[in-house]
Structure formats: C-alpha cells, structure tokens
C-alpha cells in the first residue's frame, strides 16, 4: 500500500500482482488537530480492516514553512503510523523526490522554469511555484492513466499510486 497524507485526508493505493487494484481517498474531519488525529486512527484502522495488508510505504512528510502546519502534520503521520505498526505492517517512508524520479516526474529544470514563464508572463514567484505543481501532479495522474485503463482525477490518489509503484517495483523482494 502506497499512502499520500495530509492533515485534511489520507489517499491511498495497494498493489498486487503487479497492478493497482485498490485506491481511494477518505477525508479527516475534526473541529481542531486533536479530532482529526483520532478521525484519521479510526479511518486508517477501518481502512487496513478493509484491505489487509503487511507493506506500506508512506511519502515522507514534506518541509514546510510553518512550524505550526509541521507539528500537525507530525500528529497526523504519527497516528497514522501507529495504526499500521499496531497492525504489523512493515513501514517505510519514501522521499517525494524519490518516487516522482522513478515514475519520469523529476522536478522542473531551468529550461522548464523559464517556458512556464514565458508562456504565462508577470505572474509571481509564488504563482510559478504553484503552477509548476500542479503540471507535475498532472503528468504524474497521467502517467498511470495511460500505463492502466485508468481515470484518476484526484492528484492525492496519483501521488499515492505513484508511492505504491515505487516501493512495489523497487523495495519489495519478489
């Protein structure tokens, strides 16, 4: 099982037999942090009831600014993994970077930068930045689209295939 997690929900992929067969996406809900801690324990035991499985890989959490977005997505990722330890799977954490080179997806280059800013011209570093994401979870929803006969819409849900891909491709003994 591939899992992609935030701290607004978990997307999810599980391999077998060489194919995605299972994915999805369930939110977390919750009036503060601590409610969504103990939604998302209760979705993910629900969820390994469901599909049963014993490897997960689990993006890496990203760096992010705010040390108050980092302390809850840290709540977050340790619920989650407590669950999946307490249910005896094997854990291991994948770098973003890692996956997305795997599947063709590096990030973009100087030349890309500059072809994102001469066909959208004057916008903000920020606008860029957030443009350029988007194309690659875009190219990343279209790279699975096209390997299986899939419609995936949902970035999260890619990026949790994408997950699945690497470390069943990659980190698993056949």
């Known amino acids: ?3 992609d997690a935030s701290t607004k929900a978990i997307a999810f992929t599980i391999f077998y037999n060489r194919r995605p067969v299972h994915w999805g996406k369930v939110d977390i809900v919750g009036a503060d942090i601590y409610e969504k801690i103990g939604d998302a324990n209760a979705k993910m035991y629900a969820l390994f009831k469901r599909y049963p499985v014993d ?3 689990i993006e890496a959490a990203a760096f992010v600014n705010s040390p108050q977005v980092a302390i809850q997505l840290a709540y977050v990722y340790g619920s989650i993994v407590s669950v999946m330890v307490a249910m005896g799977c094997k854990v291991i954490t994948v770098p ?8 063709g997806n590096a990030p973009f280059k100087k030349a890309d930068k500059e072809a994102l800013k001469a066909e959208f011209p004057g916008k903000s570093t920020s606008w860029y930045s957030t443009k350029g994401r988007a194309i690659r979870k875009q190219r990343t929803m279209d ?6 006969p899939l419609s995936l819409t949902d970035n999260d849900v890619g990026d949790s295939m994408g997950i699945a891909y690497y470390a069943y491709h990659s980190l698993t003994r056949r």
């Open 55 to 57: 490897y997960v890989a």
């Open 143 to 148: 790279y699975f689209n096209k390997k299986w």
């Open 96 to 103: 973003a970077m890692t996956w997305q080179n795997f599947i």
């Open 1 to 3: 099982m591939g899992i």
